[in-house]
């Protein structure tokens, strides 16, 4: 509990919204919280975020400090895009089939072919990750030529992966139609 409060504290700054709207000009800035982890804040248009999340009450100052109120606990990250993906499993909102795909297209593959390599150590992506679900009504489509991952070649479901991925660091915040090329 004590690496999930101190997730909530950056380290040795205190910064209004005001100062983070400078500083960010919409774009990402990475700041170390006092646990030692990373968080993402910037601000837009549309108000201030950490890790995609809302400043809902800003510039709350205390004699030691800031505080920023935001609608949901931050959790620090809990490892690498695959390790996230894999720690979600079973049901319809589980990424079992997503982790099988990647496995799949990986297993003896070598530099960026290696998608399970990629995800796991490149830093900055987003993953629009299907779900369970998404692969379980894709196989039941009459109009879809497969019914299970195994049934589509390697080169085409590589292809279709590296379509969910984007090099750079997205949240949900972040997105409008069009914005991202994949």
């Known amino acids: 509990t004590t690496s999930l409060l101190q997730y909530h504290v950056i380290a040795g700054q205190s910064l209004t919204a005001a100062q983070v709207i400078s500083l960010s000009n919409g774009n990402l800035i990475k700041v170390t919280m006092a646990n030692g982890d990373s968080a993402f804040v910037k601000a837009s248009s549309a108000g201030v975020f950490i890790n995609g999340i809302q400043v809902t009450q800003p510039n ?10 935001v609608g949901r606990v931050l959790f620090p990250p809990a490892g690498n895009i695959v390790q996230t993906a894999q720690s979600i499993t079973g049901g319809p909102a589980g990424f079992d089939s997503l982790v099988k795909a990647v496995v799949r297209v990986s297993t003896g593959a070598t530099g960026a072919d290696n998608i399970l390599d990629v995800l796991s150590n490149v830093n900055a992506l987003t993953v629009f990750a299907p779900t369970n679900q998404a692969f379980a009504d894709l196989f039941a489509n009459s109009s879809f030529p497969f019914r299970q991952i195994n049934d589509i070649d390697v080169p085409t479901l590589r292809a279709v992966l590296r379509h969910h991925v984007f090099t750079a660091r997205a949240f949900s915040n972040d997105l409008a139609n069009g914005n991202l090329a994949m």
């Open 60 to 69: 709350l100052t205390g004699t030691n400090g800031i505080v920023h109120g």
